[in-house]
């Protein structure tokens, strides 16, 4: 009879330690499957990190761009503006000049 009990007590320790084993074995998996899943979300976030960087960096060189290209357009606006002035002198003053010599002759007449 000891025999037999001490083999059901071995085989109920056996089974014990062949369930407590599964459930760390389940556990370390379990354990396994969150560190990698938590190492993806800190890929995912370093990638959006990169990229969101990358947009702002491209947003920061458009718009230093367009502020060029409106502080040429200025520039360009300016030198037309005053390109007509000079011309509109150059052609007003002789004009002004003959009709205040015509004036002044037919005041004399």
């Not at 085989?11 to 938590?38: F, H, N, P």
């Not at 502020?67 to 005053?82: G, L, M, N």
Request: charge should be neutral; hydrophobic fraction near 35%; glycine fraction near 4%.
């Amino acid at each position: 009879g000891r025999v037999k009990l001490g083999e059901t007590r071995g085989r109920k320790i056996g089974a014990d330690a062949e369930d407590e084993v599964s459930m760390l074995e389940k556990s370390a998996a379990e354990q396994r499957e969150k560190a990698r899943e938590e190492e993806e979300k800190r890929s995912t976030l370093e990638e959006i990190t990169k990229y969101r960087n990358q947009a702002q960096q491209s947003a920061m060189e458009a718009i230093s761009a367009a502020q060029e290209r409106a502080s040429q357009a200025k520039e360009a606006t300016k030198d037309t503006v005053s390109n007509a002035a000079k011309t509109a002198t150059d052609y007003a003053y002789p004009a002004a000049e003959k009709a205040k010599s015509a004036a002044v002759q037919a005041k004399d007449v």
